[in-house]
T-cell receptor, first 117, second 114 residues
Framework: GEEVAQTPKHLVRGEGQKAKLYCAPI?????VFWYQQVLKNEFKFLIS????????ETGMPKERFSAKCLPNSPCSLEIQATKLEDSAVYFC???????????????FGPGTRLTVL | AQSVTQLDSHVSVSEGTPVLLRCNYS??????LFWYVQHPNKGLQLLLK??????LVKGINGFEAEFKKSETSFHLTKPSAHMSDAAEYFC????????????FGSGTQLTVLP
């Protein structure tokens, strides 16, 4: 597609429950990124993929967060045993492959708002 | 490592007057710089980008920004504010190549008064 798609738009979970978020990158984009927007302004990088391979996971809380990008499937971000502080908007972004004269513009999806009660 | 500082958390202007949103960056290599806008309960929309071509970058909706290496600045301007410009604006820096994470500034809330 021409836009990054994210589902669901809203997700409500009780503390300790699992949450799974999905992202379909723009067709032809090889890189996928996940960001967490906590409160109003703080964006935190979580993880990036190059196709189905993890490229950079330095922002991931390893204990409860995991992510995948499998061929012919939407990418996913899963949180096991959610905590109150996981409440945030999770954005997915995608960008094109590297190439001559390319630049790293990331196109963002509309986000998934996760509320942990 | 790179970082971004947005110098104003809130800016308030009257409709029809100029807008200036300030951003300073720090990067150990030649950066790519972006301004994104986020309207309430919406996603992020790219306003403009600097990628080592022209230092004066024109974006959508009449916005533009000038890359000043000597001042490590990338301020966003618009000659005449419109009510629809009221939103949160983020200055963002990235390294070279497609697979670099973005580093966001803390955002500037723009209020446009009638």
């Amino acid at each position: 597609g021409e836009e990054v798609a994210q589902t669901p738009k809203h997700l409500v979970r009780g503390e300790g429950q699992k949450a799974k978020l999905y992202c379909a990158p723009i067709k032809g984009h090889s890189y996928v990124f996940w960001y967490q927007q906590v409160l109003k302004n703080e964006f935190k990088f979580l993880i990036s993929f190059q196709n189905e391979n993890v490229f950079d996971e330095t922002g991931m809380p390893k204990e409860r967060f995991s992510a995948k990008c499998l061929p012919n499937s939407p990418c996913s971000l899963e949180i096991q045993a959610t905590k109150l502080e996981d409440s945030a908007v999770y954005f997915c972004a995608s960008s094109r492959s590297r190439g001559i004269g390319s630049y790293n513009e990331q196109f963002f999806g509309p986000g998934t708002r996760l509320t942990v009660l | 490592a790179q970082s971004v500082t947005q110098l104003d958390s809130h800016v308030s202007v009257s409709e029809g007057t100029p807008v200036l949103l300030r951003c300073n960056y720090s990067s150990s290599y030649s950066p790519s710089l972006f301004w994104y806008v986020q309207h309430p309960n919406k996603g992020l929309q790219l306003l403009l980008k600097y990628t080592s071509a022209a230092t004066l970058v024109k974006g959508i909706n009449g916005f533009e920004a000038e890359f000043k290496k000597s001042e490590t600045s990338f301020h966003l301007t618009k000659p005449s504010a419109h009510m629809s410009d009221a939103a949160e604006y983020f200055c963002v820096v990235s390294g070279s190549g497609s697979a670099r994470q973005l580093t966001f500034g803390s955002g500037t809330q723009l209020t446009v008064l009638p």
